[in-house]
């Protein structure tokens, strides 16, 4: 039916959609590193979808995760525990290599300490010790 106006009501489906619970973006001057070439534009071009997919996730999920996989390398002493670091060697292998070009040297060697310390975990874990 028309209302006082003449204009039928829009169908309650036919709404724009509005995103479910994702996060906007921040805002920021660029999203890729400035004259990158080669690997580096390669990798970040291949890296921004997974990188919105993780934002748009809420902020507890991926810590949660992360933990849990490397506490049951911990306490797993055995194939199964390497196993379970390997992701986060990846997860923070990537992030660490995404990250690097706006890095100082203190961050730099924090990264490469810890991704260090991740490989000897899964490597004792596989019995390389």
Known sequence: ???????????????PR???GGR???AGEQFFTPGATGLRRKAE????AP??????????????VLV???????????FWGG???LPVIGF???????????????GRLLRVALLTFLILLAADRFGAF
């Open 1 to 15: 039916m028309a209302d006082k106006h003449g204009k039928r009501p829009a169908h309650p489906l036919a709404q």
């Open 18 to 20: 509005r995103p479910r």
């Open 24 to 26: 906007p973006l921040p």
């Open 45 to 48: 071009r291949r890296s921004a």
């Open 51 to 64: 990188l919105v997919f993780l934002f748009q996730l809420p902020r507890w999920i991926a810590p949660v």
């Open 68 to 78: 849990i996989l490397l506490m049951t390398g911990f306490a797993v002493a055995s």
């Open 83 to 85: 196993v379970a670091v």
């Open 92 to 106: 923070v292998g990537w992030l660490a290599y995404m990250s690097w070009p706006s890095l100082g040297t203190g």
